[in-house]
């Protein structure tokens, strides 16, 4: 079901730790997967994609991890720094869709 | 660097006035859509916008709602008889086409506020 409320999940780590957040996705049919970023009273931003025909995705500094086996999405950042706090979404979409699906947040505090 | 644009920043109304959001999608880009965020929850689809139609809505977007891409730069939301449950910053996307005719990576505005009194 649909997770809704003002309290979101909170990840709190040390800045240079590196981060993990998870992601449940509830549709099998969902074949494209992106996490987002939204600092305070900004729009989301994207950070990073994988298609269902992988299971590891690198950036810079930010790797998606897919398992299709139990529907679950993860997003790590190496180094964590400052600046990466924000709420991180992950988003969900199926072929012949345009409509991502948003998952509920996590919001991510870089201790100094 | 491009962006989608977005006016106003806030508007606060009545309920049953009229409102319309505006949007400046990236110039080169084909798909437009608008996503809306209430407060402390997650962003929700209402529409997705392609050669000047609509190419999906989702079960929010009632006949309350209406989309409209007036010239070849602006892409507006119109709420009908706005409604206290319609409070919540609305965020205009835009995308290119992406690789195997995916709509490609969306590039959010920095959202318009929309608080109904």
């Known amino acids: 079901g649909e997770s809704v409320g003002l309290h979101l999940p909170t990840l709190s780590v040390q800045e240079g730790d590196n981060s993990i957040i998870n992601c449940a996705y509830s549709?099998?049919?969902?074949?494209?997967f992106i996490w987002y970023k939204q600092e305070s009273g900004k729009g989301p931003q994207f950070i990073i994609d994988?298609?269902?025909?992988?299971d590891k995705r690198q950036g810079q500094r930010v790797t998606v991890l897919l398992n299709k086996t139990v529907k679950h999405l993860s997003l790590q950042i190496a180094a964590t720094q400052p600046g990466d706090s924000a709420v991180y979404f992950c988003?969900?979409?199926?072929?012949?869709?345009?409509?991502?699906?948003f998952g509920s947040g996590t919001r991510l505090q870089v201790q100094p | 660097e491009p962006e989608v644009t977005q006016t106003p920043s806030h508007q606060v109304t009545q309920m049953g006035q009229e409102v319309i959001l505006r949007c400046v999608p990236i110039?080169?880009?084909?798909?437009f859509y608008w996503y809306r965020q209430i407060l402390g929850q997650k962003v929700e689809f209402l529409v997705s916008f392609y050669n000047n139609e609509i190419s999906e809505k989702s079960e929010i977007f009632d006949d309350q709602f209406s989309v409209e891409r007036p010239d070849g730069s602006n892409f507006t939301l119109k709420i009908r008889s706005t409604k206290l449950e319609d409070s919540a910053m609305y965020f205009c996307?835009?995308?290119?086409?992406?690789?195997?005719?995916?709509?490609?990576?969306?590039?959010f505005g920095e959202g318009s506020r929309l608080t109904v009194l």
């Open positions: 110039s080169n880009h084909l798909y």
């Open positions: 988003a969900e979409n199926d072929t012949g869709r345009r409509a991502l699906t």
């Open positions: 994988i298609r269902s025909n992988m």
């Open positions: 549709n099998s049919a969902s074949d494209y």
């Open positions: 996307a835009s995308s290119g086409v992406g690789a195997n005719n995916y709509a490609g990576e969306l590039f």
